[in-house]
């Protein structure tokens, strides 16, 4: 009997066509890894130039991003962990792995958000742009949808709303990757949440034909202009989680006020482990 992370190997082995090294090189992407997590340093203009080339080449992509909660998330889910090695695209979406990364690596990566650089990538692409919208309430999935055929123009083949029941093989998750086959998408934006969405890819896949597969998170809400994003240099100061906070705390109090301080527990814990507090009072003593 294989144990979950037997079966995390196999999948990412038999996922990945080309080398993980090789697939970095292909979009100048410096990989590295953070607390378990495989991520690629890339900028956004970069992530946007990849998917118009896999739309326009007909070739699968998958595009995924990590923030603190996911972090914290994949500590104790392998499979979390499988799908971030088998991504094509892997990058940092928030101030906390930033933070992890120049604790724990040296350097600061390129810090994006999807709404950041996907209407960079749509705008170029217009009409070939085939996008199907899973997840978000029904009439949030469709205010996005017809915004972004406004904006873009880009053709919606299908939106279906995330009340439905995405555990493999449930009659509403078979039905609905049919429905994404038959509408032959280039694009499908993932917008179930944290890690619901993830999850729904890394079970469902190696299920659906050749498209770009972005999880999207709350790009379904910002689309629709129910959340408008703050400044740019919120998140440059680290505290657009706090402004998100502030916006949702029913939803968010949770995520942030208890899972920072347990991602926190985790940073110090692999930061010991990687010897960073003795190392930095042995090079204190040497400057001095």
Same mark, same amino acid.
């Given at each position: 009997?294989?144990?979950?992370?037997?079966?995390?190997?196999?999948?990412?082995?038999?996922?990945?066509?080309?080398?993980?090294? &090789?697939?970095? /090189?292909?979009?100048?992407?410096?990989?590295?890894?953070?607390?378990?997590?495989?991520?690629?340093? !890339? *900028?956004?203009?970069?992530?946007?130039?990849?998917?118009?080339?896999?739309?326009?080449?007909?070739? @699968?992509?998958?595009?995924?991003?990590?923030?603190?909660?996911?972090?914290? =998330?994949?500590?104790?889910?392998?499979?979390?962990? #499988?799908?971030?090695?088998?991504?094509?695209?892997?990058?940092?979406?928030?101030? #906390?792995?930033?933070?992890?990364?120049?604790? =724990?690596? @040296?350097?600061?990566? *390129?810090?994006?958000?999807?709404?950041? %650089?996907? $209407?960079?990538?749509?705008?170029?692409?217009?009409?070939?742009?085939?996008?199907?919208?899973?997840?978000?309430?029904?009439?949030?999935?469709?205010?996005?949808?017809?915004?972004?055929?406004?904006?873009?123009?880009?053709?919606?083949?299908?939106?279906? *709303? $995330?009340?439905? &029941?995405?555990?493999?093989?449930?009659?509403?998750?078979?039905?609905?990757?049919?429905? !994404?086959?038959?509408?032959?998408?280039?694009?499908?934006?993932?917008?179930? #949440?944290?890690?619901?969405?993830?999850? %729904?890819?890394? &079970? *469902?896949?190696?299920?659906?034909?050749?498209?770009?597969?972005?999880?999207?998170?709350?790009?379904? &809400?910002?689309?629709?202009?129910?959340?408008?994003?703050?400044?740019?240099?919120?998140?440059?100061? $680290?505290?657009?989680?706090?402004?998100?906070?502030?916006?949702?705390?029913?939803?968010? %109090?949770?995520?942030?006020?208890?899972?920072?301080?347990?991602?926190? !527990?985790?940073?110090?814990?692999? /930061? !010991?482990?990687? $010897?960073?507090?003795?190392? #930095?009072?042995?090079?204190?003593?040497?400057?001095?």
């Amino acid at each position: 009997m294989h144990s979950d992370a037997d079966v995390v190997v196999e999948r990412v082995r038999s996922s990945q066509g080309t080398p993980p090294a &090789d697939r970095d /090189a292909l979009m100048g992407a410096e990989a590295f890894e953070v607390m378990g997590l495989r991520l690629q340093n !890339i *900028h956004r203009a970069a992530i946007a130039e990849r998917v118009v080339e896999a739309v326009e080449e007909k070739s @699968g992509l998958l595009v995924v991003n990590a923030n603190a909660h996911c972090v914290t =998330l994949s500590q104790k889910e392998s499979w979390m962990r #499988g799908f971030f090695a088998q991504a094509d695209i892997a990058f940092c979406d928030g101030a #906390g792995v930033q933070l992890a990364t120049k604790i =724990l690596k @040296g350097f600061t990566p *390129h810090r994006t958000t999807p709404p950041e %650089w996907i $209407g960079a990538a749509l705008e170029r692409l217009g009409p070939k742009a085939r996008v199907f919208w899973l997840g978000g309430a029904p009439d949030v999935a469709l205010a996005a949808a017809a915004a972004f055929e406004a904006r873009y123009d880009v053709v919606t083949v299908g939106v279906q *709303h $995330g009340y439905f &029941d995405p555990t493999p093989g449930s009659d509403e998750s078979q039905a609905i990757v049919a429905r !994404i086959n038959e509408s032959q998408p280039t694009v499908l934006l993932v917008n179930m #949440g944290m890690p619901r969405q993830e999850r %729904w890819l890394w &079970d *469902h896949s190696r299920e659906l034909r050749p498209l770009v597969a972005i999880t999207a998170g709350a790009l379904v &809400d910002h689309a629709a202009g129910r959340v408008s994003r703050p400044p740019r240099w919120v998140a440059n100061l $680290g505290i657009e989680w706090l402004v998100r906070l502030l916006r949702e705390p029913r939803r968010l %109090w949770r995520r942030y006020l208890l899972g920072l301080p347990v991602f926190g !527990i985790y940073l110090v814990s692999y /930061a !010991i482990r990687a $010897g960073i507090p003795r190392r #930095g009072r042995a090079e204190s003593k040497t400057s001095a």
